[in-house]
């Protein structure tokens, strides 16, 4: 799937032809276009269009005008040759294609986000983390420290946003010397250490609670802890338990 609908291409190239045309005119889409990349090209990692957005502004004006400078140019053609008596139907019917075109990739778009995206890569979205950070938010109290280990980037997000954890706490509680390391690979604050669970060395510890995989944290291995217990586990889309969570007392 691209950012941008195929069949705007045409209208995008035309738009900023457009544009390079009458520089004066659009002068402010200009200067937006140029500076709107710049805190995309100042991050340290992988380029993510979410942080170009008001780029993708400029693209749906400029691709507007391409297609209003096509219509306007089909018509004039129009009224200099034998279809002269035709060109105030290409006014509906250039805008109804377009509006077809655009409905056919919205349909597309909708089918790949909501349909098959969700069963084929629905381990991509971090499963379990809404289901089971509220379980572990009302029993921190009880515990000296929370182990999560995250089979993705940047669990402790996902801990914030869904425990509504406080940010003035949560500010006053980094270690500032740890995070300023690029890139950053130090994500712990109060209780909460992210880092990968091995059980033959964590089940030593006390009151301290789990949350993982079946593979870090296999249900045998608990059985055979004596101060240790199975909180819940979270099943995902397949059935399969995607999350445990397990408290050593």
Known sequence: MAVLPPFTFIFLLVGLFAIFKNLTQYKSLVILILIAPIPAVMTWNLFQSVRVLPLFVCFSIISGLGAYTTMVFLISKFKSSIFENNHLRLRVIFPTLVAILGLWHGFYLFDS??????????????????????????????????????????????????????????????????????PRNYYDFGKYKFRKIYWPEDRRGRKTLFMGTVYSLPEQDIKRTPNAKIIKDIIDKNGNVGVRIVVLD
Do not use: C
């Not at 890569?121 to 089971?132: A, M, V, Y």
């Not at 929370?146 to 997000?157: D, K, R, S, T, V």
């Not at 509504?164 to 949560?170: I, N, Q, S």
């Open 113 to 182: 986000l909501m349909i098959l995206l969700p069963l084929q890569h629905f381990g991509s979205w971090q499963p379990g983390f809404k289901e089971s950070i509220p379980v572990i938010g009302r029993l921190e109290d009880k515990y000296e420290q929370i182990i999560i280990e995250g089979p993705h980037a940047q669990p402790y997000i996902f801990t914030l946003f869904y425990q509504a954890y406080p940010p003035e706490k949560y500010l006053k509680e980094l270690n500032y010397e740890m995070i300023k390391v690029t």
